[in-house]
């Protein structure tokens, strides 16, 4: 793995705060270029608004966030877009509009990083359509497809773009295991594909330890430890060891 002096994000002490409530604390955090990192941990952690913070949908009050070595909090919104368009990112529930048809999902996804033709996007989204596993399925409704395709139709949308860096927020969420394993295997294809970072948020254990350079847990919040997957699997922290085990008892609280 490449050396952690090559990171391409990092966070160092992030707090965030929403309406008085702290979701984020002291995050220290560096991905290496082309690694994939997994975060784990359970609902409401705050492993979805680590995310949206490091694309900058949220700002943080505390701490500095660089993304390919540019400080994201000190931004213009320009600036901002202009940094993500090496940026994508795969919604939980894929992001589909229920209106739009497949390909125009995926051009709505794309049209404001390309000054091109409507034929030139429609080009560019079947190309995404077919890389992601689906064929002739531009002029369906996301109704029309299953859950599984609508997920491969969520990550063609964030791929189109041939993003540096991917984040993917539990794409085999509502998968049976084999769908899941599938996209896990999409997913791999991409990283060698496109070269690029990713981190992923996932419950799924067999896709971190199919995907994963490093898995991180979050605990309310907080970052408890990020290892590798050998380290992860074996670690006798009683965070860790209750979080694989799904115990009831232990430091992570079950109800909030």
Same mark, same amino acid.
């Given at each position: 793995?490449?050396?952690?002096?090559? =990171?391409? /994000? =990092?966070?160092?002490?992030?707090?965030?705060? $929403?309406?008085?409530?702290?979701?984020?604390?002291?995050?220290?955090?560096?991905?290496?270029?082309?690694?994939? +990192? #997994?975060? %784990?941990?359970?609902?409401?952690?705050?492993?979805? %608004?680590? +995310?949206?913070?490091?694309?900058? $949908?949220?700002?943080?009050? @505390?701490?500095?966030? =660089?993304?390919?070595? !540019?400080?994201?909090? &000190?931004?213009?919104?320009?600036?901002?877009?202009?940094?993500?368009?090496?940026?994508?990112?795969?919604?939980?529930?894929?992001?589909?509009?229920?209106?739009?048809?497949?390909? @125009?999902?995926?051009?709505?996804? $794309?049209?404001?990083?390309?000054?091109? &033709?409507?034929? @030139?996007?429609?080009? $560019?989204?079947?190309?995404?359509?077919? !890389?992601?596993?689906?064929?002739?399925?531009?002029?369906?409704?996301?109704? @029309?497809? =299953?859950?599984? %395709?609508?997920?491969?139709?969520?990550?063609?949308?964030?791929?189109?773009?041939?993003?540096?860096? +991917?984040? %993917?927020?539990?794409?085999?969420?509502?998968?049976?295991?084999?769908?899941?394993?599938?996209?896990?295997?999409?997913?791999?294809?991409? !990283?060698?594909?496109?070269?690029?970072?990713? /981190?992923? #948020?996932?419950?799924?254990?067999?896709?971190?330890? !199919?995907?994963?350079?490093?898995?991180? +847990?979050? #605990?309310?919040?907080?970052?408890?430890?990020?290892?590798?997957?050998?380290?992860?699997?074996?670690?006798?922290?009683?965070?860790?060891?209750?979080?694989?085990?799904?115990?009831?008892?232990?430091?992570?609280? #079950?109800?909030?």
């Amino acid at each position: 793995m490449n050396n952690l002096n090559n =990171s391409i /994000i =990092s966070l160092e002490n992030i707090y965030l705060n $929403i309406d008085n409530k702290e979701i984020l604390k002291n995050i220290n955090l560096k991905v290496n270029k082309k690694e994939t +990192l #997994v975060i %784990m941990g359970k609902n409401g952690c705050g492993k979805t %608004m680590l +995310l949206k913070t490091i694309v900058g $949908i949220f700002k943080p009050q @505390e701490g500095l966030i =660089s993304v390919f070595n !540019k400080n994201i909090n &000190s931004l213009k919104n320009r600036d901002l877009d202009e940094l993500r368009k090496d940026i994508g990112y795969v919604f939980q529930k894929s992001g589909l509009f229920d209106s739009m048809s497949i390909a @125009e999902n995926v051009i709505f996804g $794309i049209q404001r990083f390309y000054k091109k &033709s409507f034929n @030139e996007l429609l080009k $560019i989204a079947t190309n995404s359509l077919n !890389k992601a596993g689906l064929k002739d399925v531009e002029n369906k409704l996301p109704s @029309e497809l =299953s859950g599984g %395709m609508q997920k491969r139709a969520g990550i063609a949308r964030a791929i189109a773009i041939e993003p540096k860096i +991917l984040l %993917m927020d539990d794409p085999t969420a509502g998968l049976d295991p084999v769908l899941s394993d599938a996209i896990a295997d999409l997913i791999l294809e991409i !990283k060698e594909s496109l070269q690029s970072t990713f /981190i992923i #948020v996932t419950h799924d254990f067999k896709l971190a330890y !199919k995907l994963a350079d490093r898995i991180a +847990l979050m #605990v309310n919040g907080e970052l408890k430890g990020i290892h590798t997957i050998d380290d992860f699997k074996n670690l006798d922290d009683p965070y860790f060891v209750q979080f694989r085990e799904g115990a009831l008892t232990g430091p992570i609280p #079950v109800v909030e």
